[in-house]
């Protein structure tokens, strides 16, 4: 059961972060178009993550999602390093979102088979919405890569930064062989090899050249609980108007 909880947080800090890091974009993004498209990604993700708090209360014994999500110490986030990091330009956060979309995409396909009734109905729901998660970011990926000399160059930039930061939502878990043989889920070394092949396959399609996952160190510790100087300053900001009156009832 510890190593499902730790599954299941993990997922649900990567949603979280991801989803108040676009959220960011809100109001300022590049058109208005895109401005809304974040915004409700971001809604998507955040709500993921709440899903998932819900299980954890309901099923688990962990504090409601409210307290869960808005009262834990930096060092109890599971959240990898890639989710994090400051948007910086528009292209960071395209290519962020497109790398990790794609995960996000394999692991909630891996949990629509698993043999935890709340975990795989709601896989099945959110399936649906990712779907169009992908299409966006793949669009994005297609249309730079192949714009002109200045979008490719950046997209190929923006890629290469964020690469061995992606690499880290595959940090191996303790435990994970057991959830493996009880087929919650196919396992990091797996996701991460399906990952591999499907967005290669979009990078090439972008004319974009594909680093390589043999000769970069991925950057792992966020499953550990060690992040970024980024994720203390966004957690404060975050959970500013939770911690004015953690009991007041919205």
Known sequence: MNSLRDLLVKTAD?????????????GIGPTLEEDIAFSSMSQDKVGHALALYTILHEQMG?????TFGFTRDEADFKSCHLVE?????FDFS?????LFDHSEWLRW???SNAPFEQLSNLAKKINGELKYHIMHANSWMRNLGKGNE????????ALNFAFPYALGIFEPMEGEQELIDEKIYVGEQKLKEDWLTNIEKVIKESSLEMPSDTTTEAHFGGRKGYHTEHL????LEMT?????????EW
């Not at 203390?232 to 957690?235: A, D, G, Y």
Request: aromatic share 10%; hydrophobic share 35%; proline share 8%.
């Open 14 to 26: 990567d949603e979280l972060i991801f989803g108040h890091r676009n959220s960011e974009w809100t």
């Open 62 to 66: 962990e504090a409601d999602p409210d």
């Open 85 to 89: 990091l400051p948007n910086e330009e």
């Open 94 to 98: 395209l290519v962020r979102q497109f």
């Open 109 to 111: 396909q891996s949990f």
């Open 150 to 157: 200045e979008s490719h160059a950046r997209m190929q930039q």
């Open 232 to 235: 203390q300053p966004m957690l």
């Open 240 to 248: 500013e108007v939770f911690r004015l009156d953690p009991e007041a």
